[in-house]
């Protein structure tokens, strides 16, 4: 099965020893001061044990005031470097590589976890009760979260990490730079498709500069609109993947909850998202895609469609070990809900288990 077969992400020397990645999922876990907690440890090397081939963690922040829920992972200081050096060690041991997925908030950010108002592209308010103000960034904070995504970076690269995946997907501060309905600055940092993309390409462009080619480099996309995160075209998303393979990303991770997906905007033609990135992507540039991927033959479909790389995000949460079983023809991984003790025994702690609750039908 093509499932099993090994695959070199971009043009770095790494290989993941299949195609199975976990998905990066929030899980609430880690320390108030952003320091990876045992639980979070263990729920991360449970999947390298069970045999998936890259871990990505979940979204992490790369400065303080980029933080957006309570038990996030940080990586916005060296503090957090002896946790993540621990948690790299603990996945390289069981073979697999393992990635941070990196970020900041922006919009989403809220005072009453940072203590500061919010800031993003442009000054807005998020609707709700009561509504909340967001500022505009100034060129400062702008320049200083270039620098944060840096030296992130660096702090995952010297605690033994393989890689990052910038997360410029979802509704956070690179997706809200790139969207034109969240973006309306007239500097260099908005306006034109050009502007909007720049935050994304100085810190890409920056990171590839300050850090080995071996180091993997991946972006996390959303490939068009989605609920209330709108803004992005299909084919400006088609241009941002292209810019960001010219700026050296080893791979593109589609994120449209559904892999094998066919654009809205080309609703009509009986061809996924996954056919048009290959299309527009050099051949060297690893494609991942997630999204609704349960069984064996939802994987082989998306690498027959050009996939390199799939994640598993909810079925890896009931399915630890699912590479390790996957080889058998039959493997039918167990299926929402789950019982609380099913999730323990699957190294899911109680407040993990509690933010899964938010997931309609998971927990049972
Ligand atoms: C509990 C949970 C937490 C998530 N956290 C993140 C996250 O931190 N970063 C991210 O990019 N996506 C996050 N996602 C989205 C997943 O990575 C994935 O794209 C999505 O769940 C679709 O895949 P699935 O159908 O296999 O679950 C999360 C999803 C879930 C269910």
Redesign the pocket.
Known sequence: MKIFEKVNIGRTNKVSANRIAL????NSQSNEDGTISDNEYNWLVRRAEGGYGIIIT??THVSEDGKGWEGEMGVWDDKHIPGLTRLAEGIHKNGSLVIA?IFHGGSRAPEKITGKIPWSSSAYTIPGNPPKQVREGTIEDILQVIKDFSNAAKRVYKAGFDGIEL?G??GYLFHQFLSTDTNHRNDEWGGTYENRFRLLQTVIKNIRKELPKEFIVGV?VSPEDRGVFKGIDFDEGLKTAKLLADEGADYIHI?A?EAMKRPEKYKEQDKTMIKYYREALPAHVSIMV????WTPEDVEKCINEGADLV?????AIGNPDWPKLAVKEDYAPKRPPYTVTELEERAISPKFVE??RR?ENFVK
Request: a positive charge.
């Open positions: 998905a990066p999922l929030t979940c979204a997925q997360h997907a979802h996390r994120s909850w997630a999204g609704e991927i994640a598993l995000g909810r079925c933010y899964l997931w």
